[in-house]
């Protein structure tokens, strides 16, 4: 079935440094990908999505490349900010899957705290 | 332009008791799917509706839980009898369209003594 696995944390990083968080997925059909955060206290909000192999998804410096040969969507960011400081959420939507069309597989959620 | 509200953002309840949490989409959707996030785990999903329709319940325990959308008013996500292990927070998303990006409430925390 569908699933998304995603890099185990905590992410502790220097503000300024590179950021990578890992996520594949296993999907049956062509699914949808996105990147959630979530800040503490808040519900999740969308940071990115790719809705097909070789999109880049991108936002407030964020970017995520949909790589079907690899079954990944990584996300990475370049310099990050102690306000990045936060829960991430890769998930995926396989509209393949029956009725229920949009609904969404998340991985475990990975945080990230940045120090300045 | 108001986003999804979710209420109550934090809930108590005893072992036994009823808890109901209330999600109000965005204006204009009329499609709500419930999340349940677990302490230290992702959203798992629940279940999907629209207006006075529920489309897909798959991911409902098969007990004491029950939910609805009716014509008028929120979505309502009911628990009885509620067990410790029903502690988590439920996030309600709605979208004008099945299938379109799903906007998120800021969820209810619901703690069981």
């Known amino acids: 079935g569908d699933s998304v696995t995603q890099m185990e944390g905590p992410v502790t990083l220097s503000e300024e440094a590179f950021l990578t968080i890992n996520c594949t997925y296993t999907?049956?059909?062509?699914?949808?990908l996105f990147w959630y955060v979530q800040y503490p206290g808040e519900g999740l909000q969308l940071l990115l999505k790719?809705?097909?192999?070789?999109d880049k998804g991108s936002n407030k410096g964020f970017e995520a490349t949909y790589r079907k040969e690899t079954t990944s969507f990584h996300l990475e960011k370049g310099s990050v900010q102690v306000s990045d400081s936060a829960v991430y959420f890769c998930a995926l939507s396989d509209p393949d899957r029956g009725s229920t069309l949009g609904r969404l597989y998340f991985g475990r959620g990975t945080q990230l705290t940045v120090w300045p | 332009n108001a986003g999804v509200m979710q209420n109550p953002r934090h809930l108590v309840r005893r072992r036994g008791q009823e808890a109901r949490l209330r999600c109000s989409p965005m204006?204009?959707?009329?499609?709500v799917y419930w999340y349940r996030q677990l302490p230290e785990e992702g959203l798992k999903f629940m279940v999907y509706l629209q207006k006075e329709n529920i489309i897909d319940e798959s991911g409902m325990p098969k007990e004491r839980f029950s939910a609805e959308f009716p014509k008028e008013g929120p979505s309502i996500l009911r628990i009885q009898q509620v067990v410790r292990g029903d502690s988590a927070a439920y996030f309600c998303?709605?979208?004008?369209?099945?299938?379109?990006?799903?906007?998120f409430g800021p969820g209810t925390r619901l703690l069981v003594l």
């Open positions: 790719a809705t097909k192999a070789d």
């Open positions: 204006k204009g959707h009329s499609h």
């Open positions: 998303a709605s979208v004008g369209l099945a299938g379109e990006t799903q906007y």
């Open positions: 999907a049956t059909g062509y699914p949808s």
